[in-house]
T-cell receptor, first 117, second 115 residues
Framework: AQTVTQSQPEMSVQEAETVTLSCTYD???????LFWYKQPPSRQMILVIR??????QNATENRFSVNFQKAAKSFSLKISDSQLGDTAMYFC??????????????FGTGTLLAVQP | NAGVTQTPKFQVLKTGQSMTLQCAQD?????MSWYRQDPGMGLRLIHY???????DQGEVPNGYNVSRSTTEDFPLRLLSAAPSQTSVYFC??????????????FGPGTRLLVL
């Protein structure tokens, strides 16, 4: 069975600074996807970034980038130039590729990020 | 294009009552699913559907029923509400199965309180 672990329940960063959120996972699969979702106080789940395990290049989306270490099963999220609107709960999630009839996402327990003015 | 919509936003039930949480998407997505979110536990899969007429159980299906009569709608029914079902419920959809258009998009959530 796959598991996703986020070891930082809460983090804080000053506006305009850089912060890194950690995520590790456990799987015996070789083909899979990893995601970071953001959940602001509105509770909407918003996709931040996606990484395909077969790609060596780390995914980037504007100020958001990941450090994907497949051998170490690590998938950290770096937020550059933090903004007040980045304040949210961040969830790391795993999904098997070609997982049959399910697109089941396996979520970590989340990291609450507070961006301070 | 409204994406994934859920109603109601908030609901209070008494133990033993039944209700249906509505979910609809206008993106012609084949795959739809329901998750529940509890404090300290992330999101867990309740039921999912790979197309109209096809549903299956996820990780925590007990106490919930689903049906998929159309591509657009995927309601979640609580048969006899229990306090343990107090949670935030999210509906999600994606265009296809894993390996294809599989990125999932979430609705805004329904907060349910069972007294």
């Amino acid at each position: 069975a796959q598991t996703v672990t986020q070891s930082q329940p809460e983090m804080s960063v000053q506006e305009a600074e850089t912060v890194t959120l950690s995520c590790t996972y456990d799987t015996s699969e070789s083909n899979y996807y990893l995601f970071w979702y953001k959940q602001p106080p509105s509770r909407q789940m918003i996709l931040v970034i996606r990484q395909e395990a077969y790609k060596q290049q780390n995914a980037t989306e504007n100020r958001f980038s990941v450090n994907f270490q497949k051998a170490a099963k690590s998938f950290s999220l770096k937020i550059s130039d933090s903004q007040l609107g980045d304040t949210a709960m961040y969830f790391c999630a795993f999904m098997k590729r070609y997982g049959g009839a399910t697109n089941k996402l396996i979520f970590g327990t989340g990291t609450l990020l507070a961006v301070q003015p | 294009n409204a994406g994934v919509t859920q109603t109601p936003k908030f609901q209070v039930l008494k133990t033993g009552q039944s209700m249906t949480l509505q979910c609809a998407q206008d993106m012609n997505h084949e795959y739809m699913s329901w998750y529940r979110q509890d404090p300290g536990m992330g999101l867990r899969l309740i039921h999912y559907s790979v197309g109209a007429g096809i549903t299956d159980q996820g990780e925590v299906p007990n106490g919930y029923n689903v049906s998929r009569s159309t591509t657009e709608d995927f309601p979640l029914r609580l048969l006899s509400a229990a306090p343990s079902q107090t949670s935030v419920y999210f509906c999600a959809s994606s265009q296809g199965l894993a390996g294809y258009q599989e990125t999932q998009y979430f609705g805004p959530g329904t907060r349910l309180l069972v007294l």
